[in-house]
């Protein structure tokens, strides 16, 4: 009797594990359906092979040895990206901010790459990004507010005049590229307002934005205006990674709140125990799906460190200090 019941409960585990496994199939048949039906609309396409060409120089922008990053030899620069034509490498010392511009052939575009926050000053910026306020109006746009620490940090440093005209340049040199801005993290905010800037203020027509892990950078009206502005824009965001939580988005104060710009595609671990794999959702247009990164609590740095397996941060950093604060946060 026992055993017959045993028996039925192995039928029906069984039978769980092959629905399971017929749902994963259905699954991914339907994703890529669904990403058929996007790829209709050119805005929203969102290219696994770019992106991981993206990330590696998201990576790059890293790089802190001057002389490997000029002459193109740092070990970050291989690959994928090997081919670069490094046309310049901004650094802004004061803000410890750092932008590389150049030419990608394989891509083919001109390509704008931040460096996000130094790891030193992180877990400081990742206490003000809770915190944080709209304090910014975003130029000749009504009621259009922004960080202003990501706004000033591109806008009101070396980086803005030094990038526009590299970019300017290498567009006489290459008529017809599609220009493409990348950055992981801060550098993500920045690469958003970089592109912004190309199409609104010096009328540059094919501009292309992937970011990896970026904060949010300003309400709902300004992250409206950037998505009709700059439309190829694809927001890379990876399981648990704390930084596209922050600041912090509340459904209920519109005019208050800050809200993420579009189209999030989001990176996630399909668990069933004995199956595990990482698979990539493309969410929604409004910015703010609550099935892609926000259906997750943000509690860890290790997922913001690392996209489609290429890792990004300073190259020097100690591992122990990093790992010392993940388990912090996430005691939190
Ligand atoms: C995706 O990106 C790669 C590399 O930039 C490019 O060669 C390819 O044509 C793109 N695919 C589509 C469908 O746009
Ligand atoms: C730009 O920086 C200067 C000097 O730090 C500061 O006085 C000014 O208010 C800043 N402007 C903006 C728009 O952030």
């Known amino acids: 009797m026992f055993s017959q019941l045993n028996l039925q409960v192995d039928m029906a585990t069984k039978w769980i594990f ?8 259905f699954g991914l048949a339907s994703t890529q359906d669904f990403n058929a039906i996007i ?3 050119p805005e929203a396409v969102y290219n696994h ?52 511009v150049g030419i990608a052939e394989n891509l083919p575009a001109i390509v704008v790459a931040f460096r996000g926050t130094q790891e030193t000053s992180f877990q400081n910026w990742l206490a003000d990004l809770y ?40 567009l006489q040199q290459r008529n017809g590229f599609s220009v493409m801005v990348t950055g992981h993290s801060m550098g993500g905010a920045l690469a958003s307002f970089c592109a912004l800037d190309l199409v609104v203020n010096y009328n540059i027509q094919d501009v292309q934005v992937v970011t990896f892990g970026q904060p949010r950078i ?6 409206s205006f950037y998505d009709s502005s700059v439309p190829k824009t694809i927001r890379m965001t990876h399981g648990h990674d704390i930084i596209p939580h922050l600041p912090p988005y509340y459904t209920i104060l519109e005019e208050r709140t800050y809200h ?43 997922d913001h ?23 912090q946060y996430n005691s939190l």
């Open 260 to 302: 993420h710009v579009a189209r999030e595609v989001w990176i996630y671990t399909v668990d069933f125990g004995i199956l595990t794999y990482e698979t990539t959702r493309v969410c929604d247009e409004t910015g703010e799906d609550p099935t892609c990164s926000r259906s997750v609590f943000g509690d860890s740095i290790s």
């Open 218 to 223: 300003g309400n709902p009206i300004f992250a």
């Open 49 to 100: 092979t770019a992106a991981l060409i993206l990330v590696k120089f998201a990576s790059a922008a890293y790089t802190d040895d001057q002389a490997a990053l000029q002459a193109w030899t740092c070990h970050r620069c291989g690959g994928l990206i090997q081919g670069f034509q490094l046309s310049e490498v901004i650094v802004d010392v004061p803000n410890s901010l750092q932008a590389i």
């Open 18 to 25: 092959w629905v399971v496994i017929v749902g994963v199939l």
């Open 131 to 170: 915190f944080t306020q709209l304090d910014f109006n975003y130029p000749s746009v009504k009621d259009a507010m922004v960080h202003h620490g990501f706004y000033s940090a591109y806008h009101n440093t070396t980086l803005q005049p030094h990038i526009v005209a590299a970019v300017q340049s290498l």
């Open 305 to 327: 460190l690392m996209y489609l397996g290429t890792v990004l941060r300073t190259e020097h950093s100690s591992d122990s200090g990093w790992w010392l604060s993940e388990r």
């Open 39 to 41: 790829t209709k609309k």
